[in-house]
């Protein structure tokens, strides 16, 4: 087996990724803290905690913005996908770091009173039906509430455990706690600062990130519209040309139900696998074959051409496809079979072949 | 045949990078340290300044001497003395604590108070510290002169923020707006003596202790509306140096 294939807990882009996370943690806080209240007398006399619970509140929102932009950067672009490898980390870092501005403000502007901290959080303002003084803090709450499950919920434990369909599902409430943010933030500060550079972050970024998932989206919808051809023989569908494949890649296909199909070319063979990542609903077609595995751009699972299992001791699965050469025309049945099917790569005949084929990608 | 110019694959464990992938990643380092260093001197630096209120120890451990009120909210009534005319001083205690509590067993009688006040502009607050900084004057024989009447300043409407008396004081900064509101609350809930902060000055004051149009405390219904603009109707009220708006009404004209 290969020493490659285990996403291994600990690795040096692992380690290089927190690096560089912690780095710009600790570069924004202390210039907020340390040079801000130097450059700025407005700042210094504000007074310390509010200093804190400002400087990590536009830092959570500030990761936030980012997080939620990688997924569609590494859409648009694949070379952000390395972005994406150890995400998690990054949206651990962005509960971390809005709960200890929560912190902040339960420690001064709940604290010091006789109604307890978290009684005071939720019973001292109840202007529920005004714009202008409505209890912003409750935003910033359920979408503390919604970080802190995502950060728990965020290791692979929990996907297999909660099964990835309903993993998923949970971990789209991010865009909630986003969206619970920007209220919180427009509620709260904005209204109350009128702040540029806030109104810029939270209003900009909303909109940035709307750009962006539009555009990653556009492009998905075109590529399910654009379904493959019909080939002349019912079911089967026109993927693509051989010539389009190169050696350890894939092209993909759509099947009339908008199942997208990946079709990899590897040592002098075709296998026609799901598109999607049984672990993260990754683009497999995007990935490449690596010491003789089909491996996931994302995170890097790793799949058997012929049978679309991960090798032992890992038991995620995609689904085959059966796949054939008309000509130089690679077409495939749409029809999935049953998971775990062995089906041996298709022989791409000799007269095809390139004279030198291409050497197999290495890791 | 081969696509052109095909593009490195990368994932996380490799051990190898492919150079197109470290070009990019590495001027993504680069943009993101930059990024956050830049969004930090830019979100640090937009920020008004909460004014001038601060914390100030003009007792130095001694004490004043005056005669406890305690409606709407404990008020020490210290009589002139010398050059200084006669004052009339809010008291409120540590955290978000008023001393209405101690303060009552006093009232109408001479009161020794030590503490340190916030102040800001014309609003000042004497914050009142643990045990013996509250208690009833020694000896009580010392015939203080019965504290001036109010005098009633006629009806106003005001626009203005209403905010607790000690974080608009200077005890915290910012101690008012929005983002304060919910603290402010909790501080008036509390005890702290709630003021409303004027956009145009009465007789050279912006602050004025709230009171109920009957001269009780702030009526609760008025919590709804800390933090914001607001334009209020009621009397105003003198006692020495301190204005007290009665207030009865919301400029649209429902009652408080
Ligand atoms: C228990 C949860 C939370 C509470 C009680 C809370 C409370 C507050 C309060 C009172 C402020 C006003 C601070 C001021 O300007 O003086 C504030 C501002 C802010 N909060 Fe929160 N918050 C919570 C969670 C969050 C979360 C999860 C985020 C982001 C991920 C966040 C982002 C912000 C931002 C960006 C600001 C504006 C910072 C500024 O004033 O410059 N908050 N929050
Ligand atoms: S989605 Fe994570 S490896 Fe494929």
């Not at chain 1, 902040?104 to 303002?125: E, M």
Request: proline fraction near 8%; charged fraction near 15%; charge should be positive.
């Amino acid at each position: 087996m290969s020493v490659s294939y285990k996403p291994v807990i600990w690795n040096r882009s692992k380690m290089i990724y927190d690096g560089v996370l912690l780095a710009g943690i600790a570069i924004y806080i202390l210039i907020f803290l340390k040079v801000g209240p130097v450059l700025s007398p407005a700042l210094r006399d504000v007074d310390l905690p509010t200093q804190r619970m400002r400087a990590f509140g536009s830092l959570a929102l500030l990761m936030l913005t980012i997080v939620l932009a990688i997924g569609p950067l590494a859409r648009i672009d694949t070379r952000f996908i390395p972005l994406l490898y150890n995400r998690r980390h990054f949206g651990v870092m962005t509960a971390i770091v809005a709960a200890t501005h929560a912190y902040y403000v339960l420690g001064w502007y709940f604290s010091y009173s006789p109604t307890p901290q978290l009684t005071a959080l939720f019973t001292s303002n109840t202007s529920f039906t005004s714009v202008a003084g409505f209890p912003f803090e409750l935003f910033g709450v359920f979408a503390l509430i919604i970080l802190a499950v995502l950060a728990v919920t965020s290791h692979d434990f929990w996907l297999s455990f909660l099964t990835p369909p309903l993993w998923k599902a949970i971990h789209m409430s991010v865009y909630l706690a986003y969206a619970s943010i920007i209220l919180h933030v427009a509620l709260g500060a904005l209204l109350d600062r009128r702040d540029l550079a806030l109104g810029f972050l939270s209003l900009g970024g909303l909109t940035l990130l709307c750009v962006l998932h539009l555009m990653a989206g556009r492009r998905e919808t075109a590529s399910d519209h654009a379904a493959s051809a019909k080939a002349p023989e019912e079911p089967w569908i026109v993927v693509g040309d051989l010539s389009e494949i190169a050696e350890g890649r894939a092209i993909i296909g759509a099947s009339p139900g908008g199942e997208r199909i990946a079709v990899f070319r590897s040592k002098g063979g075709l296998s026609a696998v799901s598109n999607v990542c049984s672990h993260q609903n990754g683009p497999i077609g995007e990935g490449k074959v690596v010491l003789g595995f089909i491996t996931c751009p994302w995170h890097g699972y790793q799949y058997r051409p012929e049978d679309g299992c991960s090798p032992p001791p890992f038991r995620e699965r995609i689904r085959k496809y059966r796949v054939r050469l008309q000509g130089s025309t690679v077409v495939v049945d749409p029809q999935p079979l049953p998971l775990g099917t062995k089906l041996d790569p298709v022989a791409i005949p000799a007269e095809l072949l390139p004279p030198t084929p291409k050497k197999e990608g290495t890791a | 045949m081969l696509k052109p110019a095909e593009r490195g694959f990368f994932v996380g464990y490799f051990k190898k990078v492919p150079t197109d992938v470290r070009a990019l990643m590495i001027g993504f380092i680069v943009f993101f340290v930059a990024g956050m260093a830049s969004a930090s001197v830019l979100l640090s630096l937009n920020t008004d300044s909460p004014g001038a209120g601060s914390y100030a120890d003009e007792l130095h451990g001694e004490h004043l001497i005056g005669t406890m009120e305690t409606s709407p909210y404990p008020v020490l009534r210290v009589p002139a003395t010398g050059s200084r005319p006669a004052r009339a001083i809010m008291l409120a205690g540590s955290g978000k604590f008023g001393v209405d509590d101690r303060a009552l067993p006093l009232a109408g009688k001479a009161a020794q108070v030590g503490g340190v006040f916030v102040k800001r502009g014309d609003l000042e607050m004497l914050l009142i510290g643990g045990g013996d900084d509250l208690k009833a004057a020694e000896p009580q024989a010392v015939a203080l002169p019965n504290p001036s009447p109010s005098e009633s300043l006629g009806r106003w409407r005001l626009t203005g923020e209403i905010c607790d008396g000690k974080c608009g004081g200077g005890a915290m900064k910012p101690g008012t707006g929005l983002a304060h509101k919910a603290c402010a609350n909790l501080c008036i809930n509390g005890g702290v003596p709630p003021v409303f902060v004027s956009t145009a000055p009465v007789e050279g004051h912006i602050f004025f202790l709230l009171s109920s149009a009957n001269g009780g405390p702030m009526p609760a219904r008025l919590l709804d509306k800390t933090g914001a603009p607001i334009v209020l109707e009621g009397t105003i009220e003198r006692r020495d140096d301190l204005l007290i708006f009665k207030v009865d009404g919301f400029a649209d004209g429902a009652g408080a």
